[in-house]
C-alpha cells in the first residue's frame, strides 16, 4: 500500500492564478480530510468527505473548493490564490470502524504564494 | 466545537531522560478520541499514541505513555528513555466519536533532545 500520496510537493503560484492540490488513498478509506497548518501552528481543518459525492465544510473553507468523485480521490482546488494561501497543505483519511479513528496523513504539499 | 491547548512551546531535554508533555482539550461531547502525533523535519504526521475516552485505563505504547484525566480534560504524553530521534514537534489531537468532522488539533510543543 502506498497509503495516501499527494501531488506536488511544493509549488509555487502567483496572486491570483489557481491550482489543484491531488489526494489519493488506497485504504479504501470513505473518510479524507484537507488541512491546512500555518508556520508554528497546529493544523487546521479545511474540507472534509464522509464518500463519494459528500463534501462539508471545515473550520478554514474560504478560498477552496473540493469533490469528491470517487472514494480513492480527494483534490483541493485554489482558486485566486491570496498571499494568505501559503501555507503546508496536508490530506489525510480515515476509516469509520468504531475505535479505529485514526487519520493517515500524506507527505504534504508546500504552497507558496507570491 | 472543540478547543486543544498545549502551552509549552518548546522543551529541551537531555537524552535518556523523561520528559512529559502537557495537553489540555474542551468538548462537549460524551464519545471523543485524543491522538498525540509526531511531526520531524520531514513534516510527515506520524501517529503516537491514541486514547478513547470512554475507557478508564491509560494508553501506553513502548516508551511512550499518556496521563488521562478525564474529568480535568488534561491529556499529557510521557516519554521515558528519551532517544535523539525523539526530537520533533508533537501534536495533541481530539475529535468526536464519529470521527467525521476531522481533528482538532493543538498548536504542538517543539520537543528537544540533547546528546
Known amino acids: 500500500n502506498a497509503g495516501v500520496t499527494q501531488t506536488p510537493k511544493f509549488r509555487i503560484l502567483k496572486i491570483g492564478q489557481s491550482m489543484t492540490l491531488q489526494c489519493t488513498q488506497d485504504?479504501?478509506?470513505?473518510?479524507m480530510y484537507w488541512y491546512r497548518q500555518d508556520p508554528g501552528m497546529g493544523l487546521k481543518l479545511i474540507y472534509y468527505?464522509?464518500?463519494?459525492?459528500?463534501?462539508d465544510k471545515g473550520e478554514v473553507p474560504n478560498g477552496y473548493n473540493v469533490s469528491r468523485s470517487t472514494t480513492e480521490d480527494f483534490p483541493l482546488r485554489l482558486e485566486l490564490a491570496a498571499p494568505s494561501q501559503t501555507s503546508v497543505y496536508f490530506c489525510?483519511?480515515?476509516?469509520?470502524?468504531?475505535?479505529?479513528?485514526?487519520?493517515?496523513f500524506g507527505p504534504g504539499t508546500r504552497l507558496t504564494v507570491t | 466545537a472543540q478547543t486543544v491547548t498545549q502551552s509549552q512551546p518548546e522543551m529541551s531535554v537531555q537524552e535518556a531522560e523523561t520528559v512529559t508533555l502537557s495537553c489540555t482539550y474542551d468538548?462537549?461531547?460524551?464519545?471523543?478520541?485524543l491522538f498525540w502525533y509526531k511531526q520531524p523535519p520531514s513534516r510527515q504526521m506520524i501517529l503516537v499514541i491514541r486514547?478513547?475516552?470512554?475507557?478508564?485505563q491509560n494508553a501506553t505504547e513502548n516508551r511512550f505513555s499518556v496521563n488521562f484525566q478525564k474529568a480535568a480534560k488534561s491529556f499529557s504524553l510521557k516519554i521515558s528513555d528519551s532517544q535523539l530521534g525523539d526530537t520533533a514537534m508533537y501534536f495533541c489531537?481530539?475529535?468526536?466519536?464519529?470521527?467525521?468532522?476531522?481533528?482538532?488539533f493543538g498548536k504542538g510543543t517543539h520537543l528537544i533532545i540533547q546528546p
Open positions: 468527505s464522509v464518500g463519494a459525492g459528500i463534501t
Open positions: 468538548t462537549s461531547e460524551n464519545n471523543y478520541y
Open positions: 486514547q478513547e475516552a470512554y475507557k478508564q
Open positions: 489525510a483519511s480515515s476509516y469509520t470502524r468504531q475505535g479505529d479513528y485514526e487519520q493517515y
Open positions: 489531537a481530539c475529535n468526536s466519536g464519529g470521527g467525521a468532522d476531522g481533528l482538532t
Open positions: 485504504m479504501n478509506h470513505n473518510y
